[in-house]
């Protein structure tokens, strides 16, 4: 089951018991055993009802956790052990679910945990309503608020570490769906007097300790204070530090909060200011100074901290120190100026530092609303929570416990107004007899405070309007005269005189018998608290500061909006502050805390029985349970008290399907509890006696347990009968699949073995069908062939017979042809001269040929000397004119082509004619020298200057210049030469010098041999005998050697007109002195690119290796 679904009950696991109105029997003592019985067991909540008793245990318990907050969320009020979350639950539920504006008034006195109270409120709704980054926003400004106003309006005092000096009362404002809005806090009268002065053993507000200790050394720097406490005078030294009060830490989460609740930084600054201001004019100290007159004047002791207050909120120094000094009264436009004596300027510093901690109080709570004011306009649910101060007497009670035991009066009397007519509404509501319950009411006391003709509070108030001399004690005087017959008054001075042998009442004292006690007052600076006095002197001074925070808190300095006018005194502000509370609280849903201090101590698990006695007497708290009992102990609504007990009785067990006041009826009457036991209401019923509760809450217990054998029983069966049902499903889900498995594989064999037998019979039908299918197309096909071949023969035979009827056609036509030609001859021969026929064949003959010229005209080829294509001879007679005809066309055409050539060209192709007719189809290398142009001259001997030498001793025209090279006769090796040829000469000069080596006469060349194959080797053969043969024939290779060879032989032939033999062979003899040396050509692989590699290998053989 989960865990939210468990249920416990007020009822279940009780220590004690948890709602007082249950105990039995009911009497003081038991009441208070009840509660110490839970105290020490650590249960510090305690019902009344509705009312939540909150014993304050002084001790951290761990019950306000995140887990707490989720058990008690959305649970009925009773479901639950007692806890303030139950009624911040129901509190807020029927905000949201109901649309009632609630608010949780928490009482008690100081000490007793009230703030603790009211946050545990705040931060458990804050839990558990909406969520959402603007909601969580709006939740932490309105949780953050707390530690800004604690910082400013808490103090440690004698009863309370942290005891709030000022009532607060926070509208937490909810839109439809629940979700917080924002907020409104309204502050009452902060106990100011405790910035100039703190009983022993107390301290000033804990903002000031909190700066001291926590502020950085620029920070206190800035707003020049040292930080040790013992600097000022305002602070009480015995008790500066609180055990378990770490104020520097606090003094940073202050200054978070104000951070995060909208406090920008130079406002914090500000702030700061206006505290360190306060401080610090408290070291103000005055001394007497003599006048003429004869009477004393005040100055200023020390004028270093006024310079330095003055400097803090940017004041005029000479402004300050003369408010101290003098007090201007005006009057109808008069103003009066006297001076101070020490007494009044002390009077004036504490004034101002009251006011002026009053006033910045004030402010913080204003810009606090200003930031957590809700911003949307929709319409809005509230929940207020009220922490006020609590009942307070003191020692020496003056007028501010006057004023907060009169708002306790107040709160006390609207919880006894609302507390009862809520319960009397609801019997009137559910129709149930209601008989009236006596009650002690303190409207009387209320009466006697605020009457507005003879209360104390208008007594006050008329006596400081009064003209003339007014002092406190006038003012006693005239109490004991408005109020003596007061019964709960009481003055030695009384006119009834009732107590004049009272002598624990002091002369200067007045007592009030309270709801929570009698309180005696000094009335001792109640008509100047009441006054509220701050010179104008001072006011006017505040507000001409350039401290723009100072300023706005002394609107009233401002001399155009200055007024004669009394401001109202603090008692009749107070007073109405309050009665507006009431009226704003009485609109709402009211829920109670009511606190209870344990102790005096401070301590846990001390349970003061006599304390603890005092305040449950003076709350009221016996009645408010004795209120609940006389009508009903118990009321619950039918359907939870159905739901809860439903299994007591047959037939509401386990369903009841009528409506549930009757099942509850029929529960109760087959329970046979006795009618005047019960009650029964519209919608809920009402249980007189606890004691009957209990019997019933004891056969639930035990019928509870018969009730868990019973679904254990069930459930065992339950599970057991599943399980078996499980398995049986499983197993038929298996079988089914097995045999589905097994079906399948048989089902798949035999659709295996059918399919090969129809596909065997299939195959045999198709084969045979493709038989006959043959058969049939051969019967087909052959006669077509019969038919083709017997088509053919005919068609044969018809083209023979036709042919031979064509010859004999074409015969007959010759032969009448001739015969007719004969005849025609024969007939016109007389008629032809001796030539005409003659004539006729010339004449035919010469337009034959006209006409094949004319055409041979039209179809001459192009004029290309390669051209080969020529026209077919149209005749056969003419075919011997037709070649001749090309031939003279060709020759003629060689020319015109010749003919365009210069006479140097020609010499050129001459030279390349004479070098294809030398070389074509017989050296290799030919075919690589057609298109070279054969330049002659390479080296252009005649602009070299090189060769300038050279060039002197030729005289004739060179043929040819280059270089070659020049096989060495005895081994091969081959050396550069410059082969010049003239056209008589043929010169080898050394190539880089130019240096003639030999010159030989073209007459003395005989012949020349080279090789057939692609290499440039060639040797020129000398006549034997001539000057140049003395060392025999020379062997050249160049790459123009067809070119060298061409021009020498041409050259030779001019000269000699002979031609030169040009042996072309692979192997050939030349002469070397004397010896007849083979050149031998084969073929290998080069060494070095085309050159041939000549190897003398003996003395009748030269190898060459050539490609
Ligand atoms: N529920 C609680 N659990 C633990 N400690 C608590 C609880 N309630 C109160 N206290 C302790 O008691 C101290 C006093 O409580 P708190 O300040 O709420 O009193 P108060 O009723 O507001 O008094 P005052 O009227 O002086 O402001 C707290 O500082 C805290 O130490
Ligand atoms: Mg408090």
Not at 422 to 437: L, M, N, P, R, S
Request: aromatic letters at 10%; hydrophobic letters at 35%.
């Amino acid at each position: 089951m989960p865990k939210s679904e468990v249920k416990t009950s007020l009822l279940d696991n009780m220590i004690g018991v948890g709602d007082s109105v249950l105990l039995e029997p009911l009497t003081e003592d038991t009441f208070l055993e009840n509660l110490k019985n839970r105290f020490d067991h650590s249960e510090i909540y305690t019902y009344i009802g509705s009312v939540v008793i909150s014993v304050n245990p002084y001790r951290h318990l761990p019950i306000y956790t995140p887990e707490k907050v989720e058990e008690y969320r959305n649970r009925n009020f009773y479901e639950l052990s007692p806890h303030i979350y139950a009624l911040a639950d129901e509190a807020y539920r029927s905000l949201r679910d109901q649309d009632k504006d609630q608010c949780i008034l928490i009482t008690g006195e100081s000490g007793a945990g009230k703030t603790e109270a009211s946050k545990l409120v705040m931060s458990y709704v804050a839990a558990v309503c909406g969520k959402g980054a603007e909601v969580n926003q709006v939740k932490e400004q309105l949780l953050q608020s707390n530690p800004v106003l604690e910082a400013f309006g808490n103090a440690k005092t004698m009863r309370n570490d942290n005891s709030s000096r000022f009532g607060k009362y926070m509208d937490i404002e909810f839109d439809f769906k629940g979700d917080p809005l924002g907020g409104v806090i309204s502050n009452y009268l902060l106990e100011k007097s405790r910035v100039v002065k703190q009983p022993r053993g107390e301290r000033n507000f804990h903002i000031f300790y909190q700066l001291l200790s926590g502020g950085s050394e620029d920070l206190l720097k800035q707003l020049k204070l040292e930080r040790e406490f013992n600097q000022y005078n305002y602070l009480g030294l015995d008790s500066a530090k609180v055990n378990g009060v770490d104020d520097a830490a606090n003094f940073r989460t202050v200054k978070n909060a104000m951070q995060i609740v909208g406090f920008m930084d130079d406002e914090v600054e500000l702030v700061l200011e206006v505290v360190a201001a306060v401080l610090k004019l408290g070291n103000i100290e005055f001394k007497p100074e003599s006048r003429v007159n004869g009477l004393d004047e005040s100055r200023i002791q020390d004028k270093n901290e006024l310079k330095e207050i003055c400097e803090l909120l940017g004041q005029d120094q000479a402004v300050l120190e003369r408010a101290f000094s003098f007090r201007t009264v005006e009057a109808k436009q008069e103003k009066v100026s006297t001076t101070l004596n020490v007494a009044q300027a002390y009077y004036a510093r504490d004034a101002l530092a009251k006011n002026l901690y009053n006033r910045l109080f004030t402010w913080l709570v204003n810009r606090i609303n200003e930031s957590i004011k809700a911003q949307s306009k929709v319409r809005k649910k509230v929940m207020g929570v009220l922490d006020i101060y609590g009942f307070e007497i003191f020692e020496n009670n003056s007028f501010e416990q006057f004023i907060i035991n009169y708002c306790n009066e107040k709160l006390q009397q609207i919880f006894i107004e609302l507390t009862l007519k809520e319960e009397q509404e609801e019997y009137i509501k559910e129709g149930i007899e209601w008989t009236h319950i006596e009650y002690f009411n303190n409207a009387i006391i209320c009466e006697l405070i605020e009457n507005n003709t003879n209360g104390i509070l208008a007594m006050l108030d008329e006596e400081c309007l009064r003209p003339g001399t007014v002092t406190d004690e006038t003012f006693l005087e005239k109490l004991n005269q408005v109020c003596a017959v007061h019964e709960r008054f009481e003055s030695r001075m009384s006119k009834s005189s009732r107590f004049l042998n009272d002598t624990t009442l002091p002369h200067n004292c007045f007592r009030i018998q309270h709801y929570a006690g009698k309180v005696m007052y000094h009335v001792e600076g109640f008509v100047d608290k009441n006054n509220d006095l701050l010179y104008r002197d001072l006011s006017q001074a505040m507000w001409k500061t350039n401290h723009v925070l100072v300023k706005s808190l002394f609107p009233e300095g401002n001399p155009v909006k200055m007024s004669l006018k009394r401001p109202p005194t603090a008692g009749s502000q107070f007073k109405a502050s309050v009665a507006t509370l009431m009226k704003n609280l009485q609109t709402k849903n009211p829920n109670y805390i009511r606190c209870i201090k344990p102790n005096d101590q401070k301590a846990p698990h001390i349970f003061a029985e006599a304390l603890v006695r005092h305040q449950v007497r003076y709350l009221g708290l016996m009645e408010n349970v004795r209120v609940r009992r006389a009508g009903y102990a118990f009321k619950q609504p039918y359907e939870s008290c159905l739901e809860r007990y439903k299994m007591l009785c047959s037939q509401t067990w386990p369903h009841w399907r009528q409506g549930s006041r009757d099942g509850v009826k029929v529960l109760l009457t087959e329970l046979q509890i006795p009618p005047e036991e019960f009650s029964y209401g519209r919608s809920k019923i009402f249980i007189r006696n606890p004691r009957t509760l209990f019997e019933l809450e004891d056969l639930r217990k035990r019928r509870l347990e018969d009730l868990a054998t019973l679904i254990q029983k069930i459930y065992r069966g339950w599970k057991c009968r599943t399980n078996f049902l499980l398995m049986k499903k499983s197993q038929i889900i298996i079988s089914a699949w097995t045999k589905r498995h097994f079906q399948r594989k048989k089902y798949l064999q035999l659709k295996n073995v059918t399919l090969i037998i129809q596909s065997y019979i299939r195959g045999w039908k198709a084969r045979k069908l493709l038989r006959e299918l043959k058969h049939q197309k051969r019967c087909e096909e052959s006669a077509t062939t019969i038919a083709a071949y017997w088509r053919g023969f005919q068609a044969r035979r018809e083209l023979k017979r036709l042919k031979e009827e064509a010859r004999r056609k074409h015969a007959v036509a010759v032969i009448w042809a001739y015969w007719l030609g004969l005849k025609v001859r024969r007939e016109y021969r007389k008629f032809f001269r001796a030539n005409a026929g003659r004539k006729i064949y010339e004449f035919t003959i010469q337009r034959i040929m006209q006409k094949y010229f004319l055409e041979m005209k039209k179809k001459l080829p192009s004029m290309s000397p390669t051209e080969k294509t020529w026209p077919p001879r149209p005749y056969f007679f003419l075919d011997d004119t037709h070649t001749e005809l090309k031939r003279i066309f060709h020759l003629w055409r060689c020319k015109k082509y010749r003919d365009q050539f210069t006479e140097q060209k020609k010499a050129i192709f001459e030279e390349k004619l004479e070098a294809s007719e030398l070389f074509k189809d017989k050296k290799a290398l030919y075919t690589n020298s057609v298109q070279q142009p054969f330049q002659g001259d390479y080296l252009e001997i005649s602009k070299n200057p090189k060769y300038q030498k050279l060039n002197g001793a030729v005289e004739e025209k060179i043929v040819l210049a280059d270089v070659v090279n020049k096989i060495n006769r005895a081994n091969g090796k081959v050396a550069p030469r410059i082969f010049l040829l003239t056209q008589s000469n043929f010169i080898l000069a050394d190539q880089k010098s130019g240096q003639i080596k030999s010159t030989i006469p073209v007459m003395d060349i005989t012949s020349v041999s080279v090789s057939k194959q692609t290499d440039g080797l060639f040797a020129v053969h000398l006549k034997e005998g001539s000057t140049a043969a003395a060392k025999g024939d020379f062997l050249f290779t160049s790459d123009r050697l067809i070119e060298i060879i061409t021009k020498l032989y041409r050259t030779i032939f001019f000269k000699t007109n002979q031609k030169i033999n040009v042996e072309i062979n692979n192997e050939f003899l030349v002469q070397f002195n004397q010896d007849k040396v083979c050149v031998k050509f084969i073929q290998g692989a080069q060494k070095n690119g085309n050159l041939p590699t000549c190897k003398r290998k003996n003395n009748r053989l030269l190898e060459v290796t050539v490609p």
